[in-house]
């Protein structure tokens, strides 16, 4: 049976949640906070990406903010627990023609899901006109199996055909015609319907799951074939192209049928239409039988027409069937064989391998694929189906008020929160892929603009209920700002602004659907349309803000209302500005923000491109200084537009690291006062804990002390900052971080000790990249991404007096206030006013103090993305906790710590300067690498705008040639001289070669006149004058000789960057008589689409919490707290996404840790299947997936799959960054174990000796992990019975630990008695030698342990390079280590030191407990 909910499309709704009781959660939340850090800077290592993950806080604001205790919170927590019961039981079903089969069912789900199951099953998937009924009653397709009267276990459901409409009728020829295309690959690597490649199966030859069980008797070692080919091999300079697609047997085409299109003779006469006629087909058999089929209503059969004759007449046998399938299977024998083992085939592949993903990847590569004739994709094409989608037969979608409807979904408890995020995911998934076809279709030339009169580039257009405009400076809109420039950065600017008005999620405020495209040179911004909107002038619809950059200004009282709910979560402040008449504006946004109020009521803005404040950095203003930090750096710098604006994630970081600088002054004062009244600091730090980052204060006070302090000044300093603290999730390579998920309750504290509130809480420390929401009665410290700085604050106790009281503390908190450029003077608040330094902009006089003050705040700003972020970046790169792969991971990486990536030059030239750039090297080359393909991506874009204009679509007959003759000039050696193609349609044509470029010249040829020296110049200028990064190269092969980079990276770079598809061939780039590229070679070119993702946030809540409970040892609570979060996810994602793929990867990683091997593979194959589906086959994400798998097959015992598994993760590692990446050491690591597990010791050493090398470089060669290195290298050579070179090996590991961990640390005894062992072994075998040299034949040779290495000893030491170890612990030592964790919560909770505690009695070394870890 067809597991259901794998096979369900994502589309349709399934429920089926058992959420865990989230009151029981709060204390592990308390738990989480003890979580360690890796580093001070807050970066963890095991870290995923999740972009604003920390945003889903804030829609809770306002019940944090009302509850004035924790109680209160708790209650309404409770409130929202509505725990879904989810029994399924189990329906027969009974198709006709088949035995009845038993089916699984939830409660929750619809019936319109079993008829899904049902048109996937292989025996009943040529059904689409079909009705289930119980007892004769016809079930609702929309109603909940639960609403069904007389439905339970065991009932029996009848699948009744129903009579065909032209609808169904039409339904049905597109299923089959899906049906027959079901394992061909054109629409994955076309970029067609949400399809995309995989290519797991290639290497595990179908599903793990069974071939586990198959491949157990393998274990013969010398059936393996553990060769790998040759450019796999360390050293090897080969980097070939064909193997990343390899070819998969099973999409070689089984023909079904030639021919099936609609006949030329549709739609049928009125007469036929009275004998129930709804369309005709025209078909040619395998056989060469050419038929035409009539489909009507009672189903489908063959009539007398033919090509040329109309005689709709059944044939005889006219073979009447409901089903196309079969009526063709009695037809065409071969039709009904190969149709058959089609679909045998198509539901043995894994399921995600064939459900869509949420958004389009495409393929930068694809091979040749034949064009076949498709009378769906042909339709299509033709019928302009502008989005009308299979369920709204005939309408276009209404986009925004389906956007904004779902925004309104009620969202009380979790159910009803499932329910809106996941209609709020489809609608955008489904908008972002309808705006994306649009945005194609405008650039194609296919769409009719609303103003067709003006010029190209100031054209407009609407398509299926969505506005087009491109990104050009129209009307001179953005003069002042940088016109084309700006008109281009606008729209991304503005994308982000919506994307953090959507995370704030305000009710009563509406943002438009956003999606960005680039196509083809072009910069397309498609939006929701506001109802009402075109039917008058912008100047009478804007109630808020201006249309003209501030000259003329408007205010509304109820825009200010809501967007001040925004402005704490974005720190936007509140501020006036005057307008035309001098009058007074406030505001609670930048001034281009406009506000409109839809004819649907609703209160929209729009417009958002200054949401977050500008960057001084590159907005040089006469007569103002930057900060030292800056001026040294070398800014401010001219940037090509004046919008450049800081990024969301540096606001946060900036604000967080201001927020410690507050309370550490504020303490520090406090103490100072404190040591003048009283000398009791002393006893205060001698007992404060050792190590912690931030110490929590024991109470050492007199009963009168202590009374005196629980009013504390605690709640000014937080009460304001309450949402202040917030920051979105940075991270690095792996699943979100844990943190503390909410802020920690304290009811379990005695009431008698007044203390404890503030004690217990004191502990908090919490992830600077997590979102923190903070109780009113909580401070938490907070560790930031610039230095940390422990301190034992005064505050945290309570001990001084409540500031409305004691003068002085109030005097202390309005110091620090000022200090850090707070904009309140009794408590910590920093926002910005995003309309400093705008042009155009005036405020009034009298906020000129204010003015300058935030002023000096953007310059901080500014000086702290120089001197904290990015150093912060580049320590993280050094101690591995950030490892960038690509120009794509790289690119994450610096967003994260919120740096731009106009800064990328200055991070380059900071790694330049580090002490450390020999360990920075990987890094440094893909900063070069995306640093040059980002600025040929802007001269391709010039380029091909001055090829065509978008209405005319003049030229586009060369645009192949043109492309090829680009990546020539970037790429090849052979010095390019365009020819220009061969005119297909006129032989005359004479092939000019043109070396004088006119720009734009009348013909438009000017492309050709293109050569490299003249691309590289370009390059070398734009990476100066937009980077201000100086790059010495004159051409691609002093590129790749001066930085290491390789010609097929910077290849796969441009053509993802610039949406290019090449033929998937062997590219010989060095030849110096031909260029590498031909127009043949190029094959598409795809949009490059930005859009907002809309977050699960409960799951993501789950996530985090089940994360925390792992680090602290939980792991069977840990697993059942992902095993929750994936069903969530599952409910709002449906099957696919980026964050179902961490959860898995955690899940398996888990299983495999707690000895499931079994379940750990088969979660981890989803895992890298959906890596490869939603990222891309050859992501980086996707390598360690890989990495991954080979792990836990290996621990199956499925040896040459594990290997197959490696050798792909090393190929794909070699094409995307090259063999010089401290990951390549680990991943060679992994290789070289495997092959020592199989005795293939040349092998093994080969790659061993690389990963000791990489580690080497990369790690010092004082490193542990180079200890580890040279270990695994020694029992290598000692399997070759060459024991010298073990010897040396080993002692050199035996050195490194000696030094770094000391003499009486169990390793580095470890490697002593490894030592001993091996000298025994030289010295037995020698003097075997001297025998055998002495007696000759007749010597008595003493037998030699020459030992193959168990598999279980070779699975130890994988585990020990990828950070899993199994602590060995008896029975009685975790009861022991229970108890004893028992007891420290306690102690922790009364507010105890935790110093004095000791385990009691012995350990004893029988069970394991494993423990997962990160080495070194």
Not at 46 to 68: C, F, I, P, R, Y
Not at 388 to 406: K, S, V
Not at 1025 to 1042: G, I, R
Not at 1099 to 1106: E, K, N, T, V
């Amino acid at each position: 049976m067809v597991s259901k909910t794998d096979d369900i499309p994502a589309s349709v709704p399934n429920c089926n949640v058992n959420t865990v009781d989230l009151v029981g959660e709060t204390p592990d939340r308390k738990e989480t906070t003890k979580a360690p850090h890796k580093d001070p800077c807050g970066h963890s290592v095991d870290t995923a990406v999740m972009n604003g993950g920390g945003t889903h806080n804030l829609s809770e604001e306002s019940k944090q903010d009302g509850a004035g205790d924790t109680d209160g919170g708790e209650d309404s927590n409770e409130q929202e627990v509505i725990v879904i019961q989810d029994t399924g039981f189990t329906v027969k079903i009974q198709a006709p023609g088949t035995e009845p089969f038993d089916l699984q069912v939830s409660p929750q789900e619809m019936v319109q899901e079993i008829h899904q199951v049902l048109m996937d099953r292989e025996d009943t998937c040529h059904r689409t006109c079909f009705s289930l009924q119980l007892d004769s009653n016809v079930l609702d397709n929309f109603a909940e199996l639960k609403s069904i009267e007389g439905l339970q276990e065991g009932s029996l459901l009848k699948v009744v055909e129903e009579p065909y409409t032209v609808r169904e009728a039409r339904i049905h020829v597109r299923h089959i015609r899906d049906l027959l295309k079901g394992l061909d690959p054109s629409d994955a690597y076309n970029g067609v319907d949400c399809n995309s490649l995989s290519f797991l199966s290639v290497f595990t030859d179908g599903d793990l799951g069974d071939s586990g069980k198959r491949k157990k008797k393998g274990s013969e070692l010398e059936q393996i074939d553990c060769t790998p080919p040759e450019h796999i091999l360390p050293g090897s300079k080969e980097r070939p192209l064909l193997p990343l697609q390899p070819q998969n047997k099973d999409w070689k085409p089984m023909q079904c049928l030639k021919v099936l299109t609609m006949s030329g003779w549709n739609p049928p006469p009125g007469n036929r239409k009275m004998h129930g006629d709804l369309m005709y087909l025209y078909m040619v058999t395998v056989e060469e039988r050419h038929i035409s089929i009539t489909a009507s209503t009672r189903g489908f059969y063959l009539n007398q027409s033919t090509t040329y004759t109309f005689n709709p007449k059944p044939a005889n046998p006219s073979f009447l069937s409901h089903s196309l399938v079969e009526l063709l299977s009695q037809i065409s024998p071969a039709f009904k064989k190969n149709f058959t083992a089609l679909q045998k085939k198509r539901v043995q592949r894994h399921p995600f391998e064939r459900i869509a993903t949420p958004f389009q990847v495409y393929s930068w590569t694809a091979p040749q694929v034949d064009h076949t004739m498709d009378c769906v994709r042909a339709e299509d094409a033709y019928t302009s189906r502008l989005g009308y989608e299979e369920h709204i037969p005939g309408q276009t979608r209404d986009w925004n008020e389906e956007l904004q409807t779902t925004r309104e979904l009620a969202r009380k408890n979790l159910p009803d929160r499932l329910l809106r995020e996941r209609a709020i995911f489809k609608v955008h998934s489904d908008f972002a892929a309808a705006a994306t076809r649009g945005s194609m279709a405008v650039i194609d030339g296919n769409v009719m603009a609303i103003n067709p009169g003006e010029e190209t580039r100031m054209q407009m257009f609407i398509w299926n209920n969505i506005f087009f405009s491109l990104g050009f400076d129209v009307r001179d809109h953005y003069r002042e700002l940088g016109g084309d420039a700006a008109a281009h950065a606008a729209p991304t600017n503005d994308l982000n602004g919506v994307r953090a008005y959507g995370a704030v999620d305000v009710e009563g405020l509406y943002t438009l659907g956003t999606v960005v495209v680039d196509y083809r040179g072009y910069r397309v911004t498609a939006q929701s349309i506001i109802p009402g909107i075109l039917e008058r002038e912008q100047e009478q619809s804007v109630i808020y803000g201006s249309i003209d950059f501030g000259k003329t200004v408007v205010s509304h009282g109820k825009y200010l209302e809501l967007l001040e709910k925004t402005s704490r979560p974005l720190k936007v402040q509140r501020h006036n500005v005057l307008n035309e008449k001098d009058e007074s504006m406030e505001l609670c946004s930048s001034v281009e923000c406009k506000g409109i109020i839809g004819n649907d009521g609703r209160h929209y803005i729009l417009d958002l491109l200054r949401t977050f404040p500008p960057d001084l950095n590159f907005l040089p203003v006469e007569g103002e200084e930057l900060s030292p930090e800056s001026v040294r750096q070398g800014f401010p710098r001219q940037h090509r537009h004046r919008l450049a604006c800081l990024r969301q994630e540096l606001i946060e970081a900036f604000v967080e690291h201001r927020y410690l600088l507050f309370m550490k002054m504020a303490a520090l004062q406090l103490m100072q006062q404190k040591a003048n009244k009283e000398s009791k600091l002393a006893t205060l730090t001698e007992n404060s804990i050792p190590g912690a980052a931030v110490p929590a204060l024991p109470s050492t006070e007199t009963p009168d002390a202590s009374a005196e302090s629980s009013e504390t000044s605690t709640e000014t300093l937080t009460d304001a900052n309450s949402d202040t603290v917030q920051t979105e999730t940075t991270s690095t390579t792996d699943a979100p971080q844990p943190a503390a998920t909410e802020a920690t309750t304290t009811e379990a504290a005695p009431k008698t000790e007044p203390m404890t509130e503030t004690d217990s809480s004191a502990t908090t420390t919490t992830n600077a990249s997590q979102a923190t929401p903070i109780e009113d009665n909580v401070v938490p410290t907070v560790t930031t991404n610039g230095p940390l700085v422990p301190f034992a604050t005064a505050i945290q106790n309570g001990e001084c007096e409540s500031p409305l009281e004691d003068p002085k503390s109030r005097e202390v908190v309005l110091n620090a206030c000022k200090a850090v450029g707070s904009i309140s003077n009794t408590s910590f608040d920093i926002r910005f006013n995003p309309d400093i330094f705008s042009p155009g902009v005036r405020f009034p006089e009298d906020s000129a103090d204010d003015i300058q003050k935030q002023k000096q705040l953007l310059k901080d700003a500014g000086a702290f993305m120089v001197s904290c972020q990015i150093p912060s970046l580049v320590k993280d790169c050094l101690d591995h906790s950030a490892l960038p792969m690509d120009g794509a991971t790289l690119t994450e990486a610096l967003h994260q710590r919120g740096i731009n990536v106009r800064y990328l030059g200055n991070v380059l030239a900071f790694v330049d300067q580090t002490p450390a750039k020999a360990q920075l090297e990987h890094f440094y080359r893909i900063g070069i690498s995306e640093l040059i393909t980002r600025c040929a991506k802007h001269i391709f874009k010039t380029y091909l705008q001055t090829m065509y204009s978008v209405s005319q679509g003049v030229e586009l007959s060369a645009l192949s040639a043109a492309v090829s003759h680009f990546l020539n000039c970037f790429l090849s050696s052979f010095d390019a001289v365009a020819h220009l193609p061969a005119d297909e349609l006129v032989s005359r044509r004479k092939n000019r070669k043109r070396r004088n470029r006119v720009p734009g010249g009348g013909d438009n040829t000017a492309w050709a006149c293109l050569t490299p020296s003249e691309l590289w110049k370009n390059i070398v200028s734009e990476a100066q004058s937009y980077y201000h990064f100086t790059l010495h190269c004159e051409n691609a092969d002093q590129v790749v000789e001066k930085y290491g980079l390789q010609k097929i990276t910077l290849l796969r770079e441009i053509s993802i960057k610039a949406g290019i598809q090449i033929l998937i061939k062997e590219y010989n780039f060095d030849s110096r008589h031909k260029p590498a590229f031909t127009e043949e070679d190029i094959l598409n070119i795809f949009p490059v689409v930005k859009h907002v993702n809309p977050k699960a946030s409960d799951a993501f809540h789950f996530f985090q919490s089940g994360q925390a409970k792992v680090q602290q040892g939980y792991l069977k609570e840990g697993c059942e707290l992902i095993n929750e979060a994936l069903n969530l996810f599952n409910n709002v994602y449906g099957a696919m996404h980026v964050e179902i793929c961490a959860c898995l990867r955690l899940l398996a990683r888990l299983n495999y840790i707690m000895g499931d091997h079994h379940e750990a593979l088969s979660n981890q194959q989803k895992a890298v299947l959906m890596s490869e589906r939603v990222l891309g086959v050859e992501h980086p994400n996707t390598i360690q997936e890989y990495m991954h798998l080979a792990l836990y097959c290996f621990a199956n015992g499925q040896l040459s799959t594990a290997l197959k598994l490696l050798y792909r993760a090393r190929y794909l590692m070699l094409m995307v960054c090259g063999e010089d990446h401290p990951e390549m050491a680990l991943l060679d690591s992994n290789i070289g174990l495997v092959l020592h597990g199989v005795m293939e010791y040349d092998l093994s050493l080969r790659f061993l000796e690389n990963a000791l090398a990489i580690n080497s470089k990369y790690h010092g060669p004082r490193s542990l992990k180079v200890a580890l290195s040279h270990h695994l290298v020694a029992r290598v050579y000692e399997s070759k019975a060459e024991f010298r070179s073990a010897l040396q090996q080993e002692k050199e590991g035996y050195t490194i630990y000696k030094n770094q961990v000391g003499e009486a640390h169990e390793k580095t005894k470890e490697s002593s008695e490894y030592l001993k062992y091996l000298t025994q072994q030289a010295v037995a075998l020698q003097r075997t030698m001297n025998e055998i040299y002495k007696n000759g034949s007749n010597a008595s040779i003493m037998p030699l342990k020459f030992t193959a290495p168990s598999m279980a000893s070779v699975l130890e030491q994988l585990n020990i390079i990828n950070g899993i170890i199994f602590i060995p612990l008896s029975q009685k030592d975790l009861e022991n280590l229970k108890a004893e964790v028992q007891r420290r919560q306690q102690l922790q909770e009364s507010g105890k030191s935790v110093e004095d505690l000791t385990v009691d009695g012995p350990l004893e070394l029988e069970d394991k407990i494993p423990m997962d870890v990160n080495v070194d």
